[in-house]
């Protein structure tokens, strides 16, 4: 919702604290899983196309539910194991 709300997928990544890839392929996936467009792309930013506009309002609720759950399950953590995915092409090119 926030490259939606924002119009530019930087924009939407600096506040959710992703990278522009990363927030690029999610769409693609999202595009993907859904089987239709969900923005125009133009110099200028994203809008919402039809498909878009048709899941906008289902992707809403479903982040009302997850605020809903964190909110009566309180305060959680997350236990385990963090795996990091990384591109290839990036991977193969870093060492630590």
């Known amino acids: 919702m926030s490259v939606a709300d924002v119009g530019a997928v930087n924009g939407a990544a600096a506040s959710l604290y992703r990278t522009q890839t990363a927030v ?3 769409i693609c996936r999202l595009e993907e899983a859904v ?3 969900l923005f125009d792309r ?3 930013g994203l809008t919402l196309c039809a498909g878009g506009l048709l899941l906008r309002p289902y992707a809403r609720e479903i982040l009302s539910f997850s605020d809903a759950l964190k909110h009566q399950t309180g305060d959680y953590r997350v236990e385990g194991r963090l795996k990091l995915g990384a591109v290839q092409d990036f991977a193969a090119t870093r060492s630590i």
């Open 42 to 44: 133009s110099a200028r």
């Open 24 to 26: 690029s392929m999610q």
């Open 35 to 37: 089987g239709a467009r």
